[in-house]
């Protein structure tokens, strides 16, 4: 089990290096999941130097249980610190479905090995909690080789 006050304290630390960005504004980012078109509306990255590209993608997608696409917009800004102090993060891309609202996280790790660990993490578990019953899916995916994420 992770300890959030552990996971604040190295997130404070990145972000004190400046390790940590949010960019904005994002370029056009679209995806399409069983027949949905997903927007980009916030990403994430933590500077990697010196390590090579990222290794695996982990996509969740789901629907929030009780409150609004935009509410659980500006909600999302609350998990990053915890987001991006698991081990092996890169990278996360926040994607609004434009006709259901539903809610897909696009995350960048350096191998399939933590992006599968993720699944197990405080942000997931506390997601989790938060989502419809029914509507939570996720995958794993392997990078070959100079791709890109």
Do not use: C
């Amino acid at each position: 089990m992770q300890n959030p006050v552990a996971l604040l304290f190295k997130a404070l630390a990145l972000f004190a290096r400046g390790r940590v960005h949010l960019d904005g504004p994002l370029q056009r980012v679209e995806l399409e999941d069983r027949g949905e078109r997903f927007r980009a509306f916030r990403r994430v990255v933590r500077d990697a130097p010196g390590r090579p590209p990222p290794g695996a993608v982990f996509r969740v997608r789901f629907a929030f249980r009780n409150l609004s696409p935009a509410a659980n917009r500006r909600l999302s800004l609350i998990p990053i610190p915890f987001i991006v102090a698991q081990p092996g993060f890169r990278a996360k891309t926040w994607l609004l479905g434009e006709v259901s609202g539903d809610f897909m996280g696009w995350y960048e790790f350096d191998t399939v090995e933590a992006a599968e660990a993720y699944w197990d993490s405080l942000p997931l578990r506390m997601m989790r909690r938060r989502a419809a019953p029914g509507s939570l899916t996720h995958a794993v995916t392997a990078l070959t080789p100079g791709a890109r994420a």
